[in-house]
């Protein structure tokens, strides 16, 4: 699904992994990778990329420094 760049059919398909095994950790890394990609293709009036959205940091704590590098790591954890 990943590589037809079926992002919602593989959101849904690693949800219903995870959800039917909680410890499968590549349910896990294939939801960080699906929502990263669908942050990815947001855009701010249209131009720039919304790292904040990438980084999965509502819109209403862009100003916590704190939380911004808590995703970050988090997303490197899950990524790398």
Known sequence: LLT???LVGSKSFAT????SDPTLLP????LAIVD???AGDKRINNQH???YSIL???SNQ???SELIANQYR???LLLN
């Open 4 to 6: 037809n760049r079926d």
């Open 56 to 58: 999965q940091i509502p």
């Open 36 to 38: 990263t990609l669908i």
């Open 16 to 19: 219903r992994a995870h959800e």
């Open 49 to 51: 990329l919304d790292y």
């Open 74 to 76: 988090r997303l490197a």
């Open 62 to 64: 862009t100003h916590d």
């Open 27 to 30: 349910a896990d890394q294939i």
